[in-house]
């Protein structure tokens, strides 16, 4: 799945996008070169653009091994820090639902799931804010 980052310390926030293909050992690559980035804070929210996914590849046991990968590594237990996925189409919302079944009762983060993008963006204090622009925050 092609995915990128993109972290907003202004913003107190870490934007990912993933489109494509998707396949849980892209998330494993996109997720350790985001908590490797010297940009990176475990205080910052974080939000998912699943809306270009076009395939899914993965199951729970992939989930399993990802929830426990982040666990190992130490960044994701602030109780403060949300995840916001948005996440339009049946697909990009059924990805988003089974992270959040398997890596919430796990963590101390809380996991947000929409499918429109206003309500995802004013969780975060972003409203008012077009998504395209969560790629060139200023």
């Known amino acids: 799945m092609p995915g990128h980052f993109k972290v907003y310390a202004e913003h107190r926030l870490a934007f990912l996008k993933f489109s494509g ?77 089974m992270a959040q079944q398997v890596l919430g009762p796990r963590f101390p983060f809380r996991i947000h799931v929409y499918r429109d993008a206003g309500p995802a963006l004013a969780k975060l204090g972003l409203e008012g804010t077009d998504l395209a622009k969560c790629s060139t925050f200023a």
């Not at 997720?31 to 940009?39: F, G, K």
């Not at 804070?41 to 399993?64: H, K, P, R």
Request: charged content about 20%; hydrophobic content about 40%.
């Open 21 to 97: 293909a998707a396949h849980i050992d892209d998330c494993f690559e996109i997720v350790s070169a985001l908590i490797a980035s010297p940009e990176w804070c475990s205080e910052y929210a974080i939000l998912v653009d699943n809306s270009g996914v076009t395939t899914y590849t993965g199951d729970f046991e992939d989930l399993q091994r990802f929830s426990g990968y982040l666990s190992e590594t130490g960044a994701f237990e602030n109780p403060r820090m949300d995840i916001v996925y948005y996440a339009p189409s049946d697909l990009s919302f059924g990805i988003a639902r």
